[in-house]
């Protein structure tokens, strides 16, 4: 496929706003360690990559207080060759994260990621 060694098309992990903690969504307004694109229902979030800073980058998105199962979904993107995460309220749910849904019932979210 001619897109495969195309310069300039990424991919992208899509993945579903359950899997992430509303506390994480808020994060991503004021994180400092990630490149963060709000959207109407959630957020671009670019991969970081840890070959440049090794686990020394994981640390400091753990300083901002981002849970493990976030940083789990980061190393899950990066591991696939994306780019980019897209959080989305209708995004693919995936069986290898944690679904928080439950906790998306009683809360209120700065960047309105979830309906």
């Not at 969504?25 to 440049?52: C, K, W």
């Not at 849970?67 to 069986?95: P, Q, V």
């Amino acid at each position: 496929m001619l897109t495969e060694k195309h310069k300039g098309i990424f991919k992208y992990l899509d993945c579903s706003t359950v899997h992430v903690q509303p506390k994480d969504m808020n994060l991503l307004t004021i994180a400092e360690s990630l490149v963060t694109i709000q959207h109407r229902y959630g957020a671009f979030v670019n991969v970081p990559n840890p070959d440049e800073e090794g686990e020394t980058l994981y640390d400091r998105i753990r300083e901002e207080s981002f849970s493990e199962d976030f940083i789990r979904i980061l190393k899950f993107a990066y591991a696939n060759d994306c780019y980019w995460i897209n959080f989305d309220a209708d995004g693919i749910t995936h069986h290898e994260f944690s679904d928080f849904s439950a906790l998306w019932e009683n809360e209120s979210v700065t960047c309105s990621s979830h309906s």
